[in-house]
């Protein structure tokens, strides 16, 4: 693992020359380049090979800095801000106009959000500026949960990696749309909604699940959200969702993702995830990596079983929603 300052003035070099760097996150790790420069935020897009409109999430200190990307800071922004950052809940507000059209996809809205990393935080007031931060990987593939999953993606030569060790979280940020009413939640994500209904003292919308997806803008084409792409967090080798029985019954070319302690299998290999939410969330993604190391022509996902503690209901729809995407 990589921490001095010596790594963060590297890095800081590297942004500096419209370069790119991988930083860990408490959710995932991110694709960190200068948000104000041009140059830079297109090479992000072309070495994720990500589709033009989609927006991008900018990473900064904390509300200050946060402020200063945007065209206003409603009271409701900064009291989420106080309650969740730095952590894992981007808040989409009206750009300002220092935030060039690349980063937002031409929506005029930019998602914001301060990571919960130490390393980053240190990253990003060193540097001074917004860092965009899409999660590192291929467009359309799992999200990388450790340096290792980033390097297996890029050269370093195009990307040098922060080493902050595995992420805690595992899956990505909530993502709130405050930029008009209704408020509603884009993407769902480590922060519940109840959490977030909590702090504003009113409701807001739920996500659209997988497949539901309400149309693109129709004037500027952008996506109000990932929730519109349906196939996405997904791994390579075919995935679906299974049960027990099936899992027992596959034979030796699937791999099977369980949760259920006494899941058993006569053929299928089996990776193993904990039964809790935050355990599982934290594993999901380096499971579905090690599913396509291994090869398999399937991949069966055991379904969490339903009437899990209710503290942990929001956490599971975040959690549901990905492995909707990863097995479209
Ligand atoms: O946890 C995370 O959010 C991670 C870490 C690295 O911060 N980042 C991440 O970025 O997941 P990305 O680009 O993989 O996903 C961000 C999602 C995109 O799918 C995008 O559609 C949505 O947030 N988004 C970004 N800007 C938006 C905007 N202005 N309006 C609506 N949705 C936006
Ligand atoms: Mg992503």
């Known amino acids: 693992m990589s921490h001095g300052p010596e790594e963060i003035a590297l890095a800081i070099a590297r942004l500096r020359a419209g370069g790119l760097v991988a930083f860990p996150t408490e959710t995932v790790y991110g694709l960190g380049a200068d948000a104000f420069s041009v140059p830079a935020v297109r090479r992000v897009f072309e070495i994720k090979g990500r589709p033009e409109h989609n927006p991008l999430i900018v990473h900064v200190s904390g509300p200050e800095m946060g402020a200063s990307v945007v065209s206003s800071w409603p009271r409701e922004a900064q009291r989420l801000a106080e309650a969740f950052w730095p952590g894992p809940l981007s808040l989409v507000l009206p750009a300002s106009s220092r935030v060039p059209r690349e980063v937002t996809a031409g929506a005029g809205t930019v998602a914001v959000r301060a990571p919960g990393h130490p390393l980053t935080l240190a990253l990003i007031e060193a540097f001074g500026l917004p860092l965009v931060g899409p999660s590192a990987n291929r467009s359309g593939g799992v999200s990388p949960t450790r340096a290792e999953h980033v390097r297996a993606e890029f050269n370093e030569a195009d990307v040098l990696v ?41 409701p807001v919308a739920g996500p659209v699940a997988p497949g539901e997806g309400a149309p693109a803008d129709a004037m500027t084409g952008a996506l109000p959200g990932p929730g519109l792409m349906a196939r996405h967090y997904a791994p390579r080798t075919p995935a679906s969702i299974s049960d027990r029985t099936q899992i027992a019954a596959a034979g030796a070319d699937t791999v099977a993702i369980v949760m259920s302690p006494d899941a058993t299998s006569g053929g299928a290999r089996l990776i193993r995830l904990p039964t809790d939410a935050p355990g599982y969330a934290r594993g999901l993604y380096d499971a579905l990596r090690s599913a396509d190391d291994l090869g398999a022509a399937r991949l069966l996902i055991e379904w969490p079983p339903r009437g899990r503690p209710p503290a942990e209901a929001d956490l599971w729809c975040a959690i549901y929603d990905r492995l909707g995407r990863a097995t479209r």
């Open 162 to 202: 922060l080493d902050g060790g595995p992420c805690r979280g595992g899956i990505e940020s909530t993502v709130l749309w405050l930029a008009d009413e209704p408020w509603r939640v884009l993407r769902p994500g480590l922060v519940s909604v109840s959490a977030i209904e909590g702090v504003l003292g009113r």
